[in-house]
Structure formats: structure tokens, C-alpha cells
């Protein structure tokens, strides 16, 4: 199965709210409500940031938020800060056995 | 504190076997499932494979079934992810995640290790 597709990068910016998209099909992103977004400062780990499309682990900020409509999942950060710049990539279930994630949207605070 | 410790760097060779591993500690490592995800260099991440401790039940993404053995020793709290024969491609970086529980398999993962760089060069 293709990845998720992501827009290769996106701005915003500082205080300024930005969302990046994921687009999936009706097997993935629009068959269940299992999508998550990660971020990944350079060299450093990936970080659960919301899962389910729009809960927050404890300790994120309330600053970013997730949805969805259809195929597409939306991740949206509010109030940019400088810290928030990193890539983000989305997940989603995908059927048993299977989890997807997307090829990464590159944010660019300004 | 939920941690999971990767393994340090390695440089191989085409055809030479690597395992590498992933303890985890402040929680019970036996009850969540552990997957192991691979970040080539420059590009996204690609789910490998999944295991839960206390049984070895593991499952495998078809991209990579045949390709690596996923292992673990609930006794030492650790996950290990083997290659027999490794190839230039198999170049990447290679983390560890937990997979939070009570909610269906395959849905996230919460807990992530530090990442274990492999490097396969003649």
C-alpha cells in the first residue's frame, strides 16, 4: 500500500496558525478513526503529538489539534512558536496487520 | 519515566547478520506491544513490525515480512530486531516505539527510543 500523501512542506508565521494535511483513502484515513501525528526535531526521535485524530498525550500543548473529514486528516498548530518547527508526519490504521504513515510535511516558522 | 534505550551505531557489511536492541523500563515491557520503524536517510517512516513481549506474538508489515526477524526476552525487558544477510538498502536509521494500550493494534505509538543508526557498506 502508497503512503500517506503530505504536502512536502508548509509555513507560517510566528503566532499565526498553520494546518498540514494527510490524504489517504477510505481503507486508511477515512475507514477509521486511528489517525496520529508525529513530530521530529532534526536528529532527534519522533514524538506522539495526537492520536486517535484529535487527542492530545498529556504534556502537548492545546496549541495543536487534529481532525478530520473524509480521507483527509488535518493537523493545525495555533499560535506558532519557534520551537514548533520541525517535520510532522501523519499515521493511520490501515486494516489488520497494517499502518501507514505519510512522507512528511517540513514546517518552516518565519 | 517511560524510557525505551536503543542500542549504539553500526557499521557493516553487505552479507554480515546485525542484531540490535531496545530496553525498555519504567513500566511493565512484558504487557505493550513494541514496533520497530525505519527512517532512510532524508526520508519518512516506514512501520516494520510488532511484537508484544509476554507472548512473542509478533506481526509484520508485508514490505518487510521475510526481510527481518523481530524478537524479545521479556525477562531483560528488551526487543530486538535481527537481519541474516543485511544490504546496502537496509542503510537507516531504526527506532523502537511502544504502542499504548487498550485501544486497537496498530493505531499509534507513544513512546519512541533514541533511534539506532545502521550503516551497510562494503
Known amino acids: 500500500q502508497s503512503a500517506l500523501t503530505q504536502p512536502p512542506s508548509a509555513s507560517g508565521s510566528l503566532g499565526q496558525s498553520v494546518t498540514i494535511s494527510c490524504t489517504g483513502t477510505?481503507?486508511?484515513?477515512?475507514?477509521?478513526?486511528?489517525v496520529s501525528w508525529y513530530q521530529q526535531h532534526p536528529g532527534k526521535a519522533p514524538k506522539l503529538m495526537i492520536y486517535?485524530?484529535?487527542k492530545r498525550p498529556s504534556g502537548v500543548p492545546d496549541r495543536f489539534s487534529g481532525s478530520k473529514s473524509g480521507n483527509t486528516a488535518s493537523l493545525t498548530v495555533s499560535g506558532l512558536q519557534a520551537e514548533d518547527e520541525a517535520d510532522y508526519y501523519c499515521?493511520?490504521?490501515?486494516?489488520?496487520?497494517?499502518?501507514?504513515f505519510g512522507g512528511g510535511t517540513k514546517l518552516t516558522v518565519l | 519515566e517511560v524510557q525505551l534505550v536503543q542500542s549504539g551505531t553500526e557499521v557493516k557489511k553487505p552479507g554480515e547478520s546485525l542484531k540490535i536492541s531496545c530496553k525498555g523500563s519504567?513500566?511493565?515491557?512484558?504487557?505493550?506491544?513494541i514496533g520497530w520503524v525505519r527512517q532512510m536517510p532524508g526520508k519518512g517512516l516506514e512501520w516494520m513490525g510488532i511484537?508484544?513481549?509476554?507472548?512473542?506474538?509478533?506481526r509484520y508489515s508485508p514490505s518487510f515480512q521475510g526481510q527481518v526477524t523481530i524478537s524479545a526476552d521479556k525477562s531483560i525487558s528488551t526487543a530486538y530486531l535481527h537481519w541474516s544477510s543485511l544490504e546496502a538498502s537496509d542503510t537507516a536509521m531504526y527506532y523502537c516505539?511502544?504502542?499504548?494500550?487498550?485501544?486497537?493494534?496498530?493505531?499509534?505509538?507513544?513512546?519512541w527510543g533514541q533511534g539506532t543508526l545502521v550503516t551497510v557498506s562494503s
Open positions: 477510505n481503507s486508511d484515513v477515512g475507514g477509521y478513526n486511528y
Open positions: 486517535e485524530v484529535s
Open positions: 511484537i508484544y513481549p509476554a507472548d512473542s506474538d509478533t
Open positions: 499515521g493511520s490504521y490501515a486494516g489488520s496487520n497494517n499502518l501507514l
Open positions: 516505539a511502544r504502542h499504548p494500550p487498550d485501544t486497537t493494534l496498530l493505531t499509534s505509538f507513544d513512546y
Open positions: 519504567g513500566y511493565i515491557f512484558a504487557n505493550y506491544w
